[in-house]
């Protein structure tokens, strides 16, 4: 979006865009989890093995690996209103696939369209939020994004367990395409139509050369090692809890969702918050501070007994995650500014799928082998390289400045 076309909205038409955009965001997060409670339901009733239940969680994530590049330059050439659109479409579509499964091949192919669709809608709807962010405010602006991210994130887990149940197991995959259509029809009336201003480089300049510079740059990498952590533990704890809940507490879908509804309303009051103090302190000890936060999770998670004590843990890993992504994406928006956001959008999807994709397929192998703990203490034990690493190469070198858009590797 140009900036003319910013300045030519209203603060009621600004406003619906971002609940518009924000709302696009918090369904995309929920469907990474919506099956996850219905795991040990689905394990049973299709005869699935831990590791073929992280194929099932990861299988969302693996088209979002091919496409997103593609879909931030459709984003940054024809506009974020039908890239936004289009992608919700297709969430529905998903949906209601999985609501009509009766295999777990079915289910499968049902998440990999929600994932498509879902890349598409989510690169959309975050470019929009910076678009329309103050300047300056980069940060504070996709914390709030971010928050309805996390609330995405958490709640679908829980709406899976407590509706799954409780009324059947292709309700809450029709809600939420009953949800996703609504969501397209409001956007049909207040998306605007402009598109984004060419970006500073041209499409033929951007290529995997500047990528692989963008995110193996000292400035870049430890954005690209937060991201990819913290979605890889996200995919972990939607694979391990409802496991070990079933295993070790017996407990149900409604009582795992429950669990995952009670651990919402602080990830969203952390993110615009941690958001705003990466905009003043600097991304790097906001990132790390996240890192660590996520890391005492897991170890409240192997040492905390109990339905109260895993509402604890997984309270404090939806805070530590919250400040994570808070710092770590507006880092990628800083430093993508040149290259087109859509673009750098599309990178984010790249590197958040990979991470989601290795979280749950590595935590349902360590899960079918040794269990819970051998799964947390792999996710520690990541938590802590990549910890160690960000300190390393952020060691010496310059955060992105925040006034400059330029990106922050040279591009060729």
Do not use: C, H
Request: hydrophobic share 55%.
């Amino acid at each position: 979006m140009t900036d003319s076309g910013n300045a030519s909205l209203g603060s009621s038409r600004r406003r619906a865009v971002l609940a518009v955009a924000i709302g696009a965001i918090a369904l995309d997060s929920a469907l990474l989890g919506l099956i996850a409670p219905l795991l040990p339901a689905i394990e049973r009733r299709v005869g699935a093995t831990e590791a073929e239940l992280g194929v099932a969680l990861a299988a969302y994530a693996v088209p979002i690996f091919f496409v997103s590049l593609p879909l931030g330059r459709l984003a940054d050439r024809i506009g974020r209103r039908p890239l936004l659109l289009g992608g919700l479409l297709l969430t529905a579509a998903g949906s209601v696939l999985i609501a009509v499964s009766d295999s777990l091949a079915v289910l499968v192919l049902g998440r990999a369209v929600q994932g498509l669709g879902g890349a598409g809608s989510w690169i959309a709807a975050l470019a929009l939020v910076s678009d329309l962010a103050p300047k300056g405010r980069t940060g504070e602006s996709i914390g709030f994004a971010l928050a309805a991210n996390s609330v995405g994130a958490i709640a679908g887990p829980a709406l899976g367990g407590l509706t799954g149940e409780t009324i059947g197991f292709a309700f809450p995959f029709v809600l939420v395409a009953v949800l996703t259509l609504g969501l397209a029809a409001a956007g049909v009336a207040v998306l605007p139509r402009t598109r984004p201003e060419p970006p500073a480089v041209s499409d033929a300049r951007v290529g995997l050369n500047t990528l692989v510079g963008l995110m193996t740059s000292r400035r870049v990498l430890p954005a690209t090692l937060i991201v990819i952590t913290g979605s890889a533990a996200i995919g972990v704890i939607e694979v391990v809890v409802p496991l070990d809940a079933d295993d070790r507490l017996g407990l149900g879908a409604t009582a795992i969702g429950a669990v995952f509804a009670a651990t919402v309303a602080l990830d969203a009051i952390v993110a615009p918050f941690a958001g705003r103090q990466s905009d003043r302190r600097g991304r790097v000890a906001v990132g790390l501070t996240g890192v660590a936060i996520v890391m005492a999770s897991i170890v409240l998670l192997t040492s905390l007994g109990g339905v109260a004590g895993m509402v604890a843990a997984l309270s404090v890993f939806g805070v530590g995650v919250s400040i994570m992504f808070a710092a770590a994406v507006p880092w990628l928006d800083d430093s993508f500014g040149a290259v087109g956001k859509g673009l750098g959008y599309g990178f984010l999807n790249v590197i958040y799928a990979l991470g989601y994709t290795l979280g749950p397929l590595g935590a349902g192998v360590a899960y079918g082998v040794g269990g819970a703990d051998l799964a947390y203490g792999l996710t520690a034990a990541a938590l802590i390289a990549v910890g160690l690493l960000v300190v390393a190469r952020s060691r010496g070198s310059a955060e992105p400045d925040l006034s400059d858009p330029a990106p922050a590797v040279p591009l060729r």
